[in-house]
């Protein structure tokens, strides 16, 4: 696909999404002894180069700088970035232009590691900073130093507003179909979104993949930009982030490793073995009543 253009903007249902996701049902025994269901809701499952939440959140902003007539996407993410790497598919198969600014000056003369090389691979310019400025990004001055005034700017995880409103169809894609939903959380647009498609009676539980204590406060200001205030039912289990984002436990591999040879369904350790492990570890606590029909969300890589 060419360029973009305002007289002919880019659709991103051109890129048929499996949509709505499915639901698979799972007989795990630490649920069953508990007297509980386990749904997967496999959004790893949307589209091959843009799964789960990177879809529903990179949908609605793909569309909203389609209808402003940028051609360019500029965002923000780590050397190992899902984000930047679903950004720069994005590009390449919609036609934009993208732009990654990413966090480390002292990775520009190293070779690029295989999720960078994607990106660049996939067309996007890379542009590396040092870790002091790209704690600032999110300041005016910074950012108009960072952004050409041509560029739509798409947050660092891709968690804005428009995001946060992709994400709430997922909760409404599980209304009536479980009374419990986990989901990873990185930088929150995700839970902020489902938790308020979800219908009543119907919680969320937020399992953060970094430490630090900070999400709860980032998932409320995503909400009250995106609905003016605190939506849905939803906790936060900062348990289970195994010491920091894509950092991982013997317990954790152990776990992980069960999972996929009991079940068959690969998980992605950097988000949702975590999230899986906390709710299996729940279970096992008697966090959910006899009844209870529990939904992982299964985001993908």
Do not use: M, S
């Given at each position: 696909m060419g360029g973009v253009t305002s007289d002919n903007p880019p659709d991103p249902a051109a890129l048929r999404p499996l949509l709505p996701s499915a639901v698979q049902e799972l007989a795990d025994d630490a649920f069953a002894r508990r007297g509980l269901r386990l749904l997967l809701k496999r959004d790893d499952l949307i589209h091959p180069d843009l799964p789960g939440n990177k879809w529903r959140k990179l949908e609605p902003n793909l569309r909203a700088a389609a209808a402003?007539?940028?051609?360019?996407?500029?965002?923000?993410g780590g050397a190992y970035s899902n984000h930047l790497r679903a950004t720069a598919a994005a590009g390449r198969l919609l036609g934009f232009a993208t732009i990654g600014i990413v966090r480390g000056d002292e990775l520009a003369d190293r070779p690029l590691n295989p999720s960078l090389a994607q990106c660049a691979a996939d067309g996007m310019r890379l542009r590396f900073v040092d870790r002091a400025t790209y704690r600032r990004k999110t300041e005016p001055e910074v950012?108009?130093?960072l952004v050409p005034q041509d560029c739509y700017v798409v947050p660092e995880g891709g968690s804005n507003a428009a995001a946060v409103h992709g994400c709430q169809v997922l909760g409404r894609e599980l209304r009536g179909v479980a009374d419990v939903v986990g989901v990873a959380c990185g930088t929150g647009g995700t839970l902020a979104g489902l938790a308020a498609g979800l219908g009543p009676g119907?919680?969320?539980?937020?399992?953060?993949?970094?430490?630090g204590g900070f999400l709860g406060e980032e998932v409320l200001r995503l909400q009250?930009?995106?609905?003016?205030?605190?939506?849905?039912?939803?906790?936060?289990?900062?348990?289970?982030?195994?010491?920091?984002?894509?950092?991982r436990t013997p317990e954790l591999e152990?776990?992980?490793?069960?999972?996929e040879a009991r079940h068959d369904v690969p998980l992605e350790r950097v988000y949702v073995a975590k999230m899986l492990f906390g709710l299996t570890t729940l279970a096992q606590e008697g966090a959910f009543a006899p009844g209870t029909t529990v939904a992982a969300v299964i985001t993908g890589a």
């Open positions: 402003a007539g940028r051609r360019t996407l500029l965002t923000f950012l108009a130093a119907q919680r969320a539980i937020g399992f953060p993949v970094l430490k009250r930009e995106a609905f003016g205030g605190r939506r849905g039912q939803w906790v936060l289990d900062e348990r289970f982030h195994a010491g920091g984002y894509a950092r152990a776990f992980a490793a069960d999972f």
